[in-house]
Nanobody
Framework: VQLVESGGGLVQAGGSLTLSCAAS????????MGWYRQAPGKQRELVAR???????NYADSVKGRFTISRDNAKNTVYLQMNSLNPEDTAVYYC?????????WGQGTQVTVSS
């Protein structure tokens, strides 16, 4: 599956952004979809994940602020990010997993100014 992220940008602390990840090339609904992020000098970390059945889980640092969702009819997964703070600044990557098949998007930059 091919993944293309969009929706990143510059936002002030306390603001919101919605990231989108459009998938193509395979049966999207069967994939577990995830959002990861990587800040400068840090390892890539899981932000949120949603299974093919719609179950989701979140990193503790974003619980209550971020919401992951998917629209299988549009082959798209979203990440609604609220109450952003400078620590959320990172490149955000979309990820698709089904068995041994793993795909990554190219990433989209999110910068939160204080």
């Amino acid at each position: 599956v091919q993944l293309v992220e969009s929706g990143g940008g510059l936002v002030q602390a306390g603001g919101s952004l919605t990231l989108s990840c459009a998938a193509s090339g395979s049966i999207f609904s069967r994939y577990t979809m995830g959002w990861y992020r990587q800040a400068p000098g840090k390892q890539r970390e899981l932000v949120a994940r949603i299974t093919s059945g719609g179950n989701s889980n979140y990193a503790d640092s974003v619980k209550g602020r971020f919401t992951i969702s998917r629209d299988n009819a549009k082959n798209t997964v979203y990440l609604q990010m609220n109450s952003l703070n400078p620590e959320d600044t990172a490149v955000y990557y979309c990820n698709a997993v089904r068995g041994f098949n793993i795909s990554w998007g190219q990433g989209t930059q999110v910068t939160v100014s204080s």
